[in-house]
T-cell receptor, first 116, second 115 residues
Framework: DTEVTQTPKHLVMGMTNKKSLKCEQHMGHRAMYWYKQKAKKPPELMFVYSYEKLSINESVPSRFSPECPNSSLLNLHLHALQPEDSALYLC???????????????FGPGTRLLVL | AQSVAQPEDQVNVAEGNPLTVKCTYSVSGNPYLFWYVQYPNRGLQFLLKYITGDNLVKGSYGFEAEFNKSQTSFHLKKPSALVSDSALYFCAVRDSNTGGFKTIFGAGTRLFVKA
């Protein structure tokens, strides 16, 4: 099973709302990722968690707050977003072992976010 | 710095004809190269990867890719295209400088297969 699930599939929120995106995998992977993807563009890395610890933050604005409660779950908390934050948010996971460069990242279907 | 280039924004091919989607790379050290496909409003699906070994890598859905070290290329190929292959294709390289956590994607190539 190489499935990464994401909820919700779609989300519409106002600029004053607080919402959360959820990602789950049961492949025993220890690295989990958040990406942002604009239409017809490649995904842009936002955050990486390795063994439930934040490993990479690509200078993402603080209105995006990641959380990794356990090895299977990854959340992205959203607060006071801007319309330009509207995008497809993708979660991914990989084994997270030492030979990380050889690992395949498995992506979820994404959450399409619209900020009004 | 690691980078990948996909020189074609779009590739058009007739169903049943062979297809090629081009990718060139620039890395320091050994290249770890990947191809992903993305269908509309979906996440990325892994097709294949080159780590080491045979230069011809076989992947999902009948796709294969040829690694060419001298030309620093990793072109995606399929002998006979299907209409259902129409999608956005990304070539990618893993950044060994960050423990492999960063994936550097090309800009993407949109493939249209006409019936």
């Amino acid at each position: 099973d190489t499935e990464v699930t994401q909820t919700p599939k779609h989300l519409v929120m106002g600029m004053t709302n607080k919402k959360s995106l959820k990602c789950e995998q049961h492949m025993g992977h220890r690295a989990m990722y958040w990406y942002k993807q604009k239409a017809k563009k490649p995904p842009e890395l936002m955050f990486v968690y390795s063994y439930e610890k934040l490993s990479i933050n690509e200078s993402v604005p603080s209105r995006f707050s990641p959380e990794c409660p356990n090895s299977s779950l990854l959340n992205l908390h959203l607060h006071a977003l801007q319309p330009e934050d509207s995008a497809l948010y993708l979660c991914a996971s990989s084994q997270g072992e030492i030979q990380g460069v050889r690992e395949t990242q498995y992506f979820g279907p994404g959450t399409r976010l619209l900020v009004l | 710095a690691q980078s990948v280039a996909q020189p074609e924004d779009q590739v058009n091919v007739a169903e049943g004809n062979p297809l090629t989607v081009k990718c060139t790379y620039s890395v320091s050290g050994n290249p770890y190269l990947f191809w992903y496909v993305q269908y509309p409003n979906r996440g990325l699906q892994f097709l294949l990867k080159y780590i080491t070994g045979d230069n011809l890598v076989k992947g999902s859905y009948g796709f294969e890719a040829e690694f060419n070290k001298s030309q620093t290329s990793f072109h995606l190929k399929k002998p006979s295209a299907l209409v259902s292959d129409s999608a956005l294709y990304f070539c990618a390289v893993r950044d060994s400088n960050t423990g492999g956590f960063k994936t550097i994607f090309g800009a993407g190539t949109r493939l249209f297969v006409k019936a």
